[in-house]
């Protein structure tokens, strides 16, 4: 299979390290790779020769190569600008799920994606559980879903904190218009359950943690789920976990390897918007 990467940045040369020097993913190499930006080029070039697949300055030429599939590694800005596009060409494993707190876009994907019979891949990053919400939200048995959040502080904010504190609360769909770069696991959450709207978000800033915990609550008619994940944090960016980058594989491996064992988190498009696990 020959991936397209959209990114160049900590995740991006994650993804070129394992798939295309370790080779983790027998028979899947990233082929080429993309940056539209003039004052980017020069990088470009470099990172393109060192893991020997070839740079596009031009998203048609990106998608008129061999790739079979596009991996999103960049920003929210980046799906709003070429989502569309790229489902009418390709299928499309999308990293900034945030995109999707833009119901509008959301839609229009969808509806782009069942119209090419192409497929959005959202892999479940640095949260587990989703089965459980997914399931329960299925049958309606669903209620009341709240995610809470705790990083270091400096990943967070610049401001020097002598003790914790709590820098947002509020739905699914506020923490992404105001942590970008922090809130991809609440909408991840969101589209397995409730929604953007009805998902409750609270982001706390720690000096003393050393890593990102999520801690994820859920209640219903089915019971209540309590589940919490303590992830270090990636080493070239703090903001993101370090499991986010295997959850990438993860979904590349299931994608190239259907009957692998490995698990991911798979938002088909669908008349249904079903989300499902595959082992």
């Not at 494993?93 to 782009?112: H, N, Q, T, Y």
């Not at 820098?167 to 359950?193: D, R, T, Y």
């Amino acid at each position: 299979m020959n991936i397209g990467l959209i990114g160049k940045g900590a995740l991006g040369t994650f993804l070129l390290e394992k798939i295309n020097v370790d080779q983790l993913i027998p028979g899947c190499r990233i082929t080429a790779i993309i940056d539209e930006r003039e004052h980017a080029h020069n990088d470009l070039v470099r990172i393109a020769h060192d893991y020997e697949c070839v740079p596009f300055d031009s998203m048609d030429a990106f998608l008129d190569s061999t790739i079979d599939l596009v991996v999103e590694c960049a920003n929210i800005d980046v799906v709003r600008k070429y989502g569309e596009a790229i489902l009418k060409r390709k299928s499309l494993l999308l990293i900034s799920i945030g995109a999707f707190s833009d119901v509008v876009l959301k839609e229009r994907m969808e509806k782009i994606a069942l119209e090419k019979s192409h497929q959005i891949y959202l892999p479940s990053g640095a949260i587990g559980g989703l089965d459980i919400i997914k399931a329960a939200n299925f049958a309606g048995a669903l209620d009341h879903v709240t995610l809470t959040t705790r990083k270091p502080a400096h990943s967070l904010t610049s401001v020097q904190l002598e003790e914790e504190q709590v820098i947002f609360q509020g739905s699914a769909k506020e923490a992404i218009h105001k942590f970008p770069k922090n809130a991809n696991v609440a909408i991840a959450l969101s589209l397995a359950g409730l929604g953007i709207e009805k998902t409750n978000v609270t982001i706390i800033a720690d000096p003393y943690s050393k890593k990102n915990v999520h801690h994820i609550h859920a209640s219903g008619s089915f019971g209540d789920y309590e589940g919490t994940i303590m992830n270090n944090p990636s080493p070239e960016n703090p903001k993101t976990s370090y499991v986010t980058g295997l959850s990438i594989l993860a979904t590349l491996k299931n994608v190239h390897e259907p009957q692998s064992k490995s698990v991911e988190f798979v938002y088909s498009m669908s008349k249904l918007n079903c989300i499902h696990i595959t082992q």
